[in-house]
């Protein structure tokens, strides 16, 4: 177990994220991180160990950002370390992924992948499937949801994962199978989070996702 976390709204989402991750720290986990949209760029803060430990990393204009994704790890395909932490990207570093769980078939999507020409740099599971992700959004000329969508198909396993784009800082694709997340829904803001606990602070009204559906936060307007 390990959680995650997810902001789009108003307010300075690193905090948000940060504070969040805290309360989920019951989970256990080994390594943490977020990944946050700035002027049209994702910034990548990520480290093994606490969460105290990713905070004093914290740093520049890249916290100015109302949308991020965070994420404590429980290491499950390759060790607990820095290049294994989540958030991982995409090959173009344009999206970014948080995911709880397991994804059993990424030796055959990775294999894949690599035919195409992909690389990847760390030994996760996670990082197959932001790469899918990118692959099939290129291939099929989709938006981020659908292409989440379409690589969930391709996926045999357990997850909850919140991606986003670095040119859509107003948009957040979540999904589950197997994996707790909920999404809280505040007012012009919107949470993710794998309990309700990192959200009851901010808004009463909390939405459990269910497996196999995807949510997606965009311009304002959470659909389901
Ligand atoms: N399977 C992923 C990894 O090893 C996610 C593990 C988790 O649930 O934190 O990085």
Redesign the pocket.
């Known amino acids: 177990m390990?959680g995650i976390v997810a902001y789009v709204g108003h307010r300075e989402a690193s905090s948000i994220i940060v504070n969040g991750l805290r309360r989920l720290e019951y989970r256990g986990?080994d390594s943490a991180g977020l990944s946050l949209i700035h002027d049209e760029k994702i910034n990548i803060f990520k480290k093994e160990g606490k969460v105290s430990e990713l905070e004093s990393i914290l740093s520049g204009d890249a916290l100015r950002s109302n949308t991020g994704i965070g994420?404590?790890?429980?290491?499950?395909?390759?060790e607990p370390s820095d290049k294994?932490a989540?958030p991982h990207s995409s090959a173009s570093g344009k999206i970014s992924l948080v995911?709880?769980?397991?994804?059993e078939n990424y030796s055959a999507l990775k294999q894949e992948l690599s035919g195409k020409g992909y690389e990847f740099y760390s030994d996760?599971?996670?990082e197959v499937l932001v790469n899918l992700i990118e692959d099939i959004q290129k291939q099929d000329d989709c938006s981020l949801p659908e292409a989440v969508r379409r690589a969930l198909n391709a996926v045999v396993g357990a997850y909850a994962i919140v991606a986003m784009s670095a040119d859509r800082p107003d948009q957040l694709v979540a999904a589950r199978k197997g994996?707790p997340l909920v999404v809280g829904v505040g007012d012009g803001e919107f949470f993710f989070a794998s309990d309700a606990t990192p959200i009851v602070e901010y808004t009463k009204e909390v939405v459990y996702l269910n497996d196999f559906e995807i949510a997606v936060i965009a311009e304002g307007n959470l659909a389901m």
């Open positions: 390990c986990y994420h404590t790890r429980w290491a499950t395909h390759g294994n989540h995911h709880n769980g397991i994804i996760t599971d996670t994996s």
